[in-house]
């Protein structure tokens, strides 16, 4: 007999092997036709993989991602299929799901795809899809593995067999198709009812500069039509709110080639949004005790042996800065922590001084390549509001539970209100990738597991997401279009205090190691800001935006009277611009709309007579014509709504 635990803690019994489509049959024809894919104790398995044994599952639909990403990967190998039919001899390299749709990396040898051919390769797609063809799992000895790819005359999947032991290799088959895949995924092809590429790029095989570049498609695809519409729609939307784009027209950033890829300029207007942000944040901690660090831009590359950080990210950093001393390297820091805990191990600590909060906005520096940089959201250079606390076993809990209060605190006051709180612990099966002891481990996963139980919030658990020092909550944001971004992060971690021999004297007269938990409630400053930039769509909330007025004369003769108010409102904290410009006001109107200040004050006639300002709202039209101290009025009841 085998038995079947469901998600809500139901058992059901079968009397031989069974299969996910077996279980979703028993439950309901209609969960049936709609599932995709099961996750077997943790595991996501293809639907008619037998279960032999007793098993927790859950069955995955659409709506899971683990579903999606089935049905995502299911639809790279519907791509692959389509080329080798049009593009005969072509090479694929790999063709994984990603956060939403799939590539494939192919070799064309002398042939280029264009955007002319896109239509060909979706109908294609489709017209396989419609075969219905299924999906069949293969396991394949090395053996046969090796000769079929040679057969072939495919150098990169041959490369990717030799990472594999035999006994472990899979292929999967539908119709004409075979590709080396280790699953899952959906049944047939027929599922798949709308698809779209939605991008021709370069890649270099396995991301190495050093290798041939490769021609990557991006795809997408859904069950229904309606969806790939829907999603059609919302790109189009996500392409107006660009923070790239917006970014450039509002003149809060830029880039330049002479400085160097991925190092973001922000300019007077995104230094002071981005101030404001930090300031904000600088003043709720100064509420909760922390205390400001400043350390340097580099450190001795021994710093970052000792903490890990070089192991971890030695070959993504920027190499090691070479010193008139022999033998002496520095590197651009890849992370705060490494300097914070030499401020902590600096002077002997006493219980009843724990715990101590070390907060620091320090920028660190990561070599990415340049295929993967993308605006402020992948840079190579960025800001983090970064800060440690080191306390007692016994104060782990409260101090979490507190940096979980001030994450949620700052997410809802930007307007992100709807977030989900990711358990990130390690990966099962693969632990040689962290440090540290398995009881330490232990000890720092179920602290954040019971914090997280006690604050009520919703969340979900990832097996293979810590960080190589700890365990991890990480918040999943959802913008105004609904895609999921990572931002805030709270780390718990028993190791780097080991790593550097950090101490404190406890109330026993003995040394004890603290517990360290990191945090970044903004995560990057760079990133942070380019998710906001989007999520407003640049119309950011009225407290935080770089101007919150233009006054706008509508001819020379009031700018005098117009930068005389300028003043005036900047001694009451309201700032603000004028728009000298011999132009017709209508074209100032749209002109500041374009640049997406909230208020427009115009001043003609009738106003410079009484010395008033006729109030414009963006979005709202004319709110009517006010004194100063109406308009102060006014625009303080507008902050606490905005």
Not at 418 to 443: M, V
Request: charged share 30%; net charge negative; with cysteine.
């Amino acid at each position: 007999m085998i038995q079947i635990t469901l998600p809500d803690g139901a058992i059901k019994t079968f009397d031989k092997p069974v299969n996910g489509m077996d279980i979703a049959m028993s439950i309901s024809e209609g969960l049936a036709r709609n599932v995709l894919a099961i996750k077997v104790n943790d595991q996501v398995w293809d639907l008619t993989r037998p279960i032999t044994s007793d098993a927790s599952i859950a069955l995955l639909t659409w709506n899971d991602t683990d579903g999606k990403s089935t049905f995502w990967h299911s639809s790279a190998h519907l791509m692959a299929e389509a080329l080798e039919v049009l593009y005969p001899g072509v090479k694929l390299g790999i063709g994984p799901p990603i956060d939403n749709g799939f590539y494939y990396d192919i070799d064309t040898g002398d042939r280029q795809i264009t955007p002319d051919d896109i239509p060909a390769i979706e109908n294609k797609m489709l017209e396989l899809a419609r075969e219905k063809n299924e999906y069949k799992r293969i396991d394949i000895p090395k053996a046969e593995a090796i000769a079929y790819y040679k057969d072939k005359n495919d150098p990169y999947k041959l490369e990717l067999l030799e990472d594999l032991q035999d006994g472990e290799i899979t292929f999967y088959q539908q119709g004409n198709f075979t590709d080396l895949c280790r699953g899952p995924h959906i049944t047939d092809t027929g599922k798949i009812k709308a698809v779209k590429i939605t991008n021709i790029a370069g890649a270099y095989w396995r991301g190495d500069e050093k290798n041939k570049m490769l021609t990557r498609l991006y795809g997408i695809s859904f069950p229904k039509q309606k969806e790939l519409t829907a999603y059609l729609e919302l790109m189009e939307e996500a392409k107006k709110r660009d923070h790239r784009k917006l970014g450039a027209e509002l003149e809060l950033f830029m880039f330049s080639e002479k400085v160097g890829a991925g190092l973001p300029i922000w300019l007077p207007k995104g230094a002071a949004l981005r101030s404001r942000l930090e300031n904000f944040l600088k003043q709720e901690q100064l509420k909760r005790g922390y205390q400001a660090v400043i350390t340097p831009h580099i450190g001795k590359k021994d710093l970052y042996v000792t903490s890990g950080h070089y192991a971890k990210y030695g070959e993504d950093s920027f190499q090691p800065i070479q010193t008139p001393r022999e033998n002496e390297e520095f590197l651009l820091k890849p992370m705060n922590c490494p300097h914070h805990c030499e401020i902590y191990g600096h002077k002997p600590r006493s219980y009843k001084e724990l715990p101590v909060r070390f907060a620091e906005f320090g920028t660190v520096y990561r070599y990415e390549q340049s295929g993967e940089l993308h605006g402020l959201t992948r840079v190579r250079g960025f800001t983090q509001d970064d800060a440690h606390i080191f306390c007692t076993p016994e104060q782990l809990k409260d101090e979490f539970l507190d940096v979980l209060n001030l994450t949620q605190l700052i997410l809802e006051k930007l307007g992100f209100e709807n977030y989900t709180a990711q358990i990130s612990l390690r990966d099962k099966e693969n632990t040689e990738k962290y440090i540290g002891t398995e009881e330490n481990w232990q000890k720092a996963e179920q602290a954040i597991i019971e914090a997280a139980a006690e604050s009520g919030l919703e969340t979900i658990t990832e097996y293979g997401e810590a960080a190589f020092y700890g365990p991890k909550l990480d918040f999943m944001v959802k913008d105004a279009l609904g895609r999921s971004w990572q931002l805030g992060t709270i780390q718990v971690d028993y190791n780097l205090p080991d790593r550097f021999n950090l101490e404190y004297i406890g109330s026993d007269n003995q040394p004890h190691r603290p517990v360290m938990i990191h945090r970044a409630p903004f995560g990057s400053m760079e990133r942070f800001m380019g998710v906001l930039i989007e999520h407003c769509g640049g119309k950011f909330p009225l407290w935080l935006t770089p101007d919150q007025f233009i006054i706008l004369p509508i001819s020379d003769r009031f700018n005098d009277l117009a930068k005389d108010i300028e003043i005036e409102l900047a001694a009451l904290d309201i700032r603000g611009t004028v728009d000298t410009r011999s132009e017709k006001i209508g074209r100032k109107i749209r002109d500041a709309e374009v640049m997406k200040i909230p208020i427009m004050l115009i001043i003609g006639e009738k106003e410079a007579e009484s010395r008033q300002v006729s109030v414009r709202r963006q979005g709202h039209g004319d709110v009517g014509t006010m004194s100063i101290d109406e308009f102060h009025n006014w625009f303080s009841e507008q902050l606490e709504t905005n």
